[in-house]
Nanobody, 123 residues
Framework: QVQLVESGGGLVQAGGSLRLSCAAS????????MGWFRQAPGKGREFVAH????????YYADSVKGRFTISRDNAKNTVYLQMNSLKPEDTAVYYC????????????????WGQGTQVTVSS
């Protein structure tokens, strides 16, 4: 049973930083890709970034490129999302997701999800 547990959300002022963590358990993730998605109130869940577990290749949404960094710690089975230069429009619930194979920007192709962590950026 795959389990993903996010942490690290909170309230931060615009221009500030936060680091989200996603602890993964339940299987060997070497052939998996991990993604971060977010959902703002009244909006759909949108892609933020993904990383392939073994190679570490990454891909970002244009809206966060240059500000967010996704990384993983293989020994800890944990994926991170470092968020810098935060903007009020980054306010959302952030979700970690996992899928076997390569990363994709489509939320429908990730079968495993965490419970989400709230990020609020004040202006």
């Amino acid at each position: 049973q795959v389990q993903l547990v996010e942490s690290g959300g909170g309230l931060v002022q615009a221009g500030g930083s936060l680091r989200l963590s996603c602890a993964a358990s339940g299987r060997t993730f070497s052939s998996y890709a991990m993604g971060w998605f977010r959902q703002a109130p009244g909006k759909g869940r949108e892609f933020v970034a993904h990383i392939t577990w073994t190679v570490g290749s990454t891909y970002y949404a244009d809206s966060v490129k240059g500000r967010f960094t996704i990384s993983r710690d293989n020994a800890k089975n944990t994926v991170y999302l470092q968020m810098n230069s935060l903007k009020p429009e980054d306010t959302a619930v952030y979700y970690c997701a996992a899928r076997y194979g390569l990363g994709t920007t489509s939320r429908f192709q990730y079968p495993y999800w965490g419970q989400g962590t709230q990020v609020t950026v004040s202006s």
